[in-house]
Structure formats: C-alpha cells, structure tokens
C-alpha cells in the first residue's frame, strides 16, 4: 500500500465502498444496543480504519486516502445511532407499539443529509484555517499515516485487527455466560444507612470497561464524582425523608428514591452544564461562521483555482439539496400527523417542524461540529443538544396546539416535538462527524467533496440499519417506561436518554415538569461549574471536572457507571504503565482497539440474543439451570472479567513490543 499522494489518489473505489457500508452496518447495530443500554455511544473511525487497512492491504494499489473514505463512511455508524436517545421515546409514551421502518428511516436519512450540508462552508473556518485541535481526527489519522508507512506500520494494523477480534470474542463470550446464568449478570451491594439506604452496583459488562477505557480518566474520575454525589450522598439523604414501606429490602428503597428523585436532579445537573458549555462557545461558532462566509467571498472575487485538497461539494449543490430536503421532510412531518386528533392543525405544524429542522438543526450542527474540534466527537455533550432541542421543539409545537389542548392532543403533540427532536439530532451528530472526518482527511491530503460523498454514503446505510435493529430490541426487550405489550423478556432496556428526553417533553406540554428536583439539580451544577472552572484555572488546563459527566453519573444506574469508571481508571494505568517501554505508544493503540471489540462483540451479541428470544418466544432461551448461590455467580464474574481485561492488556503490551522491537 502507498502513503504518497498523487495528484490525483485513488479514494472512492466500490471495493472501499462496499467495506465502508459492511463496518457500518456492523456498527451501527452494536451501537444502537450500547445507547439503549447505558446512554452512551463510542466514536468508530479508528477501529474502522484499522480494519480497513489490514484488510485492504491484500491490494498492492490501495491508497491511505482510500482507506481514509473506508472510515468516513464506517463513522456515520457512531454518530447516527444516537438517535435512540430519543426514538424510543415515541414507545414510551404509547405512540407507537412498533418501530416504523420508513418515518425511523425517514427521520434518520434526511437529518443525517443536512447534517452533512450545513457543515459543508465550515469546513475552512473550522478545520483548515483553525487551530481546533481534533483529537479524534488527528488520532484516526495518525492510525492510518502509521498503519501504511512502513512494514513496522503493516504489522501493527494486522495486531490491531486481531485486537479488534480478540476483545469481541471474549466479551460476546462473557456475555453469554451471563445470558447463559452461569455468571451474575451485576455484581451489587445494598444497605442500610439509619432509617435510609443505599448501595452500588455493576453491571457485568465488559462493552462498559471498554466505554470507559474510550472516555478517557477525566470523564472517568467526573463519573465517579457523580456516583459519590448520588449513591453516597443524595440517595442516603432522600431515602431517610422517605422511610420505606414494611418489608421493604434496603435495594427496593434506594432504587425506588434514586428512580423517582435523584434522577431528575441528574436531569437538572446535564441541563445546566449543557446550556453553560453552549453558552461558552457561542462567541468562537459565530467567530467561525464569520470566517467561513468572507473566506467563500474572497475565493469567489480572486477566482483562484483551488488544490484538490481544498475542494467541497459546490455551494450550489449544497443549497439545492437543503432546499429539496425540505420536501420530504415536510411530507415525512405531514404523515406522522394523518389521521390523528391534530390533523386539523397539519399545516400550521408542518411549517413550524421545518422550520424548527431548517433553523435549529444549522445552530445544532454549526455548535456539534466546533465542539467536535475542541473536545472530540465521543466527549460531545450530545445529551444537552438533545435536551435543548426538545425543550424548544416542545414549546413550539406547544404553542400551535395549545388551542386545541386535551389528553389526547397532549400525547399528539408530544409525539410529534419527539419526532422532529429525532431529525435535529441527526442533523447535530452527523454534522459533529463531518467535520471530524474532514480533519482527518486534512492531515492525509484527502478530497473533501469525496469525504462528503463518503458520509452520505454511510449515512444511508445507517439509517437502514436503525430501524430494525430497533424493532428487534423493541420486540424482544422493550424499554423502561414503555407499555410492552409484546415484548417477550420481562428485562427490558433502560434508553435513559430516551427516558429523559421523553419526560422533559411530557412535563413542558402538560406543565407538570417536577421543577424543584430539577432546580436542586441547577443548583448542584452550578456548583460543579465552578468548581471545574477553579480547577481548570488553578491548574492551567491541566485537570478538570466536566459537569457533564458527573451529572450523567447522577442520571444513569450505577449499575452502568461503575464499570465505565473501572474502565477509565485501568485504562489510565495501563497507559502509565506502557508508554515509557518500547512499543509503548503502539500498545496504547492496541488496547484501543481491543476496548472497542469488547463494545463491538457485547453489544452484536445482544443483537443475536434479541433475535434467538424473539423465534424462541421465551425471554431467557439460554438459561441453563445451575446450583450456584448469588453471591457466588457475581464472584465468578469478577474473577472472569478480571481475568479478561488482565490478559489482553498484556497482549496489548508484548504486542506493542512486538511491533516495535
């Protein structure tokens, strides 16, 4: 393979194509079980761009710019699946009982299509004229210069790829063995505290130590923070003004409290952090949009001709398809409403949903896309989007119905402030990954225009895949806070984002939003806010405290955070461990790659495991009867996960040194 670069280099080829749309649909379905999960995705242009060069390499003529638009299309997978943050929604509040293919398919094709154009004029601004430092681009370009600059480099992408194999073996086969009840499924401890209670808890999952190990030691040591706040302070302070009830087990109270209460002043910490990081980086987006519009003006009157390495898709084409998608949105808004109680009130909500889409999704896509150069794409705070659109889209929608106002309406309008939240969402996340690509594709002297093609590319094929992936689950699992009423398993899935995204719009349209839990929460992050802003001063950037992250820990079980926070903290020290030996920075990459496999394999477990329980209609189809206690299933899970983890951070290490040595 070549790492030069020709005049012009051999990018979009179908073989790529063809590779680019398989790790998509792979991905795609592991990440929409992840976010379903726990509320959190996982960034996948690095492993997809180790895949795609080990795999690649059996052409002598594949170009590393070909193998930058592998990735560009496979990323759409990490960023598009973030809309079961909301979807799930419209089940929970009993709008739907199954996932429709093609409103679902409908909603993410075309927000992921203006996602892709509304960022297309901030590309100079934000990427080849900025100092942003995209970590995550920089971080799948250095992948790809190293994995085909030399045979050093060959080696290390064929190590990355048995990494990518070996941590989805192993954690699809840990997670049979919890599916198969021959190991605890969360290991947990629940107590009481006087007349209160409370505990902690983990799930046994390694997709989660392999999300923590991605996220990195600040979010690591801010989640933790959040689960001390929560489980050590507030779930203890609550459960004791609230007595439980007799016969009561000390795990029922604390779980009743934190569901009922903590949570949503969880709610109220993401809120308020998000708004206050949006607020910070308003004045360097309009900076950038600024930057944007006299660079288009001065390349327009100088009528220079620009380097291939410097070309979009034509301003014209981009204004063309934004206008088009107007239409099918806009039909795609119109038959959401047919033959409900608001069809009346069609067209005056039509309007006021693409309009919404037209002007929230470019602010949406505009502040996604700078934050993905100022802290990643995967630390994006995606969840305060999420929550400000629909904020907004409620209160829109709110506005048009409210003459007609009932139970029924009610529900209506809900539904429909979800469904164009869905499409904003879309439009906010692809938007976040463009511009992540295209610094990659900057550092490896790509073709945007072809990165652009690329991503609508893997845009499509995403959004094929969410729907029925996302049937399936819905089948099989159901979600928390939904009817069920044909779902086969009686555990299902907690969609927390989708739970809160679902309750803020209930709460704003049927003004009974529990507003003093979310204003203990305000007051919380306010708090954190300042704290991270001392330290972050104190320490010259050097350490902080993103209120974020804690306030996602408030929010989401602990049975999800503590495994991710045990994965940043061994992730940490491995990396300490490692990286003044040889082959240190190589093995760094390696125990990346094999986290994502330990996501990758859990989660397309699960997928299958949906798909076994719905032809076998029984919710547990691999139970296999066994005398083991508790206490002693959640001991051979710790002994077994541990042991995993151990083992294969050791094989990162000797083949790091391997690599190099």
């Given at each position: 393979?070549?790492i ?6 051999k990018?979009?080829?179908l073989?790529g194509?063809i590779l680019g749309?398989?790790i998509?649909l792979?991905?795609t ?9 726990v509320g959190?995705?996982?960034?996948t242009?690095i492993?997809a761009?180790?895949?795609s ?14 193998n930058?638009?592998?990735q560009t299309?496979?990323s ?8 079961i943050f909301?979807?799930?929604g419209l089940?929970?509040?009993?709008w ?6 093609w ?6 094709a ?5 996602g892709?154009m509304y960022?297309v004029?901030?590309?100079?601004a934000l990427v ?6 995209y970590?995550e681009?920089?971080a ?5 210069k190293?994995?085909m600059a ?5 080696a290390?992408?064929k190590a990355g790829l ?7 073996v ?8 919890a599916?198969?009840?021959l190991l605890?499924?969360?290991?947990s401890?629940?107590f009481r505290t006087?007349t209160g209670a409370?505990?902690?808890g ?5 997709a989660?130590?392999g999300a923590?190990h991605?996220m990195?030691?600040t979010v690591g040591?801010?989640m933790?923070v959040g689960?001390i ?5 507030l779930?203890?302070?609550?459960t ?15 779980l009743?409290i934190?569901?009922?209460e ?5 709610a109220?910490?993401i ?18 949009l600024?930057?944007?519009m006299e660079?288009a ?11 291939r390495?410097e070309?979009d898709?034509?301003?014209f084409?981009?204004?063309?398809v ?6 099918p949105?806009?039909w795609?808004l119109a038959?959401?409403l047919q033959g409900g109680v608001?069809a009346?009130?069609?067209?005056p ?9 037209l002007i929230a ?5 505009a502040v996604c ?6 802290i ?13 659109t629909?904020l907004?889209a ?11 106002m009932g ?6 309008l ?17 938007g976040?990954d ?6 990659t ?9 072809k990165?652009?093609?690329g ?5 499509a094929?995403?959004s094929c895949?969410v729907?029925?992936?996302l049937?399936?689950l819905?089948?099989?699992?159901g979600?928390q806070?939904?009817?069920?009423l044909?779902?086969i398993?009686?555990?299902p899935?907690a969609a927390?984002?989708a739970?809160l995204?679902?309750t803020?719009?209930k709460g704003?349209?049927?003004?009974n939003?529990?507003?003093d839990?979310?204003g ?8 954190l806010?300042l ?11 050097k350490y902080s ?9 408030i ?10 926070v ?5 992730g940490?020290l ?7 030996k040889?082959g240190?920075?190589?093995a760094k ?7 994502s496999g330990?996501?990758v394999g859990?989660s ?7 798909g ?7 919710g547990e189809?691999?139970?296999?009867a066994?005398?083991?206690?508790e ?5 051979v899970?710790?002994i077994v996960?541990?042991?995993i983890?151990?083992?294969l951070y050791r094989w990162s ?9």
């Open positions: 393979m070549s030069a670069a020709p005049s012009t280099p990018e979009i080829t073989r194509i749309i398989l998509t792979i991905f379905a592991a990440q929409v079980y992840l976010g379903l999960k959190l995705t996982f960034a242009s492993p761009a180790v895949i060069m080990a795999l690649l390499s059996a052409f002598k003529d594949a170009t590393i710019q070909e930058n638009i592998v299309i496979a759409a997978a990490g960023t598009l699946a973030s809309v909301v979807l799930p089940l929970m509040i009993g739907w009982a199954h996932v429709p293919f409103p679902t398919f409908g909603a993410c075309i927000g992921g299509v203006l892709v960022t004029p901030l590309r100079r080849s004229q900025s100092d942003l430092p970590p681009g920089v799948a370009a250095e992948v790809l190293v994995g030399s045979r050093e480099g060959a290390e992408g048995r990494a990518v194999i070996w941590g989805s192993t954690s699809a086969l840990f997670a049979a063995g599916a198969a009840k605890a499924a969360e290991v401890i629940y006087g409370t505990g902690v983990a799930s046994s999952s390694l989660l130590i923590g991605l990195g030691i040591v801010a933790g689960t706040i929560a489980w050590g302070i779930v203890p302070i609550m004791s003004l609230t007595p439980a009830a007799a016969g009561m087990s000390a795990a029922d109270h604390a009743s934190w569901s009922k903590v949570r949503m002043m969880g109220g910490v809120g308020i952090a998000a708004i206050i990081t949006l607020a910070g980086l308003a004045k360097p987006i309009l900076g950038g600024k930057s944007a660079t003006r001065k390349a327009k009157l100088d009528g220079a001709v620009l380097d390495t070309m898709l034509p301003i084409i981009v204004g063309l934004t206008l088009i998608a107007m239409v949105a806009g795609l038959s959401f608001l009346s009130l069609t067209l909500l039509v309007a006021v949903g693409v309009g919404y889409i999704g470019m602010f949406a896509a896309g700078y934050m993905a150069g100022l990643g794409s995967s630390n994006s705070p995606v969840s305060g989007i999420a929550i400000l629909i907004g409620a209160l829109s929608v709110g506005m048009v119905g409210r003459a007609v139970p029924e309406v009610a529900q209506s809900i539904a429909f402030a979800l469904f164009v939240t869905t499409v904003v969402l879309a439009v906010a996340v692809i976040n463009n511009l992540q690509d295209l610094k594709g900057q550092l490896v002297n790509a073709t945007p225009w990165q652009q093609v991503l609508l590319i893997g845009v094929a995403g895949v729907p029925p992936v049937e399936l819905n089948h099989a699992n979600f806070g939904a009817p069920n044909d779902s398993s009686d555990q899935l927390p984002q739970l995204i679902s803020l719009a704003v349209i049927g003004g939003l529990q507003w839990l979310l203990y929460g305000v007051l919380i992050g306010l708090v806010v704290i991270n802003f001392a330290l972050k001063k104190s320490s010259n950037d405290l993103p209120p974020l992250g804690v306030g996602l820990a929010y989401l079980p602990s049975a999800v955070i503590t495994p991710v045990i994965g940043a903290v061994t940490w491995f990396d300490r461990a490692v990286e003044k040889v240190g920075e190589a990459r390696i125990g990346v790659l094999v986290m330990f996501i859990e397309l477990f699960n997928v299958a495991l949906a076994l329980i719905v032809l076998s209609g029984k189809p691999l139970a296999i066994n005398g083991m206690s206490g002693q299933g959640m001991t899970a710790l996960g541990a042991a983890v151990w083992g290490a000797r083949n790091g040194q391997a690599v190099h040595g």
